[in-house]
């Protein structure tokens, strides 16, 4: 199994930037992509970004230019530097992993548990 956890979650005020963390424990045999999904009060969960084990990354549309997502593959971490943050950002980001954790196992998603980001002053 594979444990994710994030952290850099907070309060911050319209312009402001936050870096968000998810760090993966567990039994990880191979990573197929890492991402960050976020859902807002009354709305769908979202992907915001995406990143491959080769550093293709993808956005949605209204984070580019903003949003830069990276990792570090040897510390099976994924990061999420949010900068120019505005009130409609402000949602619950998940992290998500698609990893086997077996060479025998198949892909498959794990999640973390979410990290608030609210965009205020």
């Known amino acids: 199994q594979v444990q994710l956890v994030e952290s850099g979650g907070g309060l911050v005020q319209p312009g402001g930037s936050l870096r968000l963390s998810c760090a993966a424990s567990?039994?990880?045999?191979?990573?197929?992509?890492m991402g960050w999904y976020r859902q807002a009060p009354g709305e769908q969960r979202e992907l915001v970004a995406s990143?491959?084990?080769?550093?293709?990354?993808t956005y949605e549309d209204s984070v580019k230019g903003r949003f830069t997502i990276s990792s570090d593959n040897n510390k099976n971490t994924v990061y999420l530097q949010m900068n120019s943050l505005n009130a409609e950002d402000t949602a619950v980001y998940y992290c998500?992993?698609?990893?086997?954790?077996?060479?025998?196992?198949?892909?498959?998603?794990?999640w973390g548990k979410g990290t608030r980001v609210t965009v205020s002053s």
């Open positions: 990143i491959i084990t080769s550093g293709s990354t």
């Open positions: 998500n992993f698609r990893a086997a954790s077996y060479w025998y196992s198949k892909f498959r998603d794990y």
């Open positions: 567990g039994s990880i045999f191979r990573i197929n992509s």
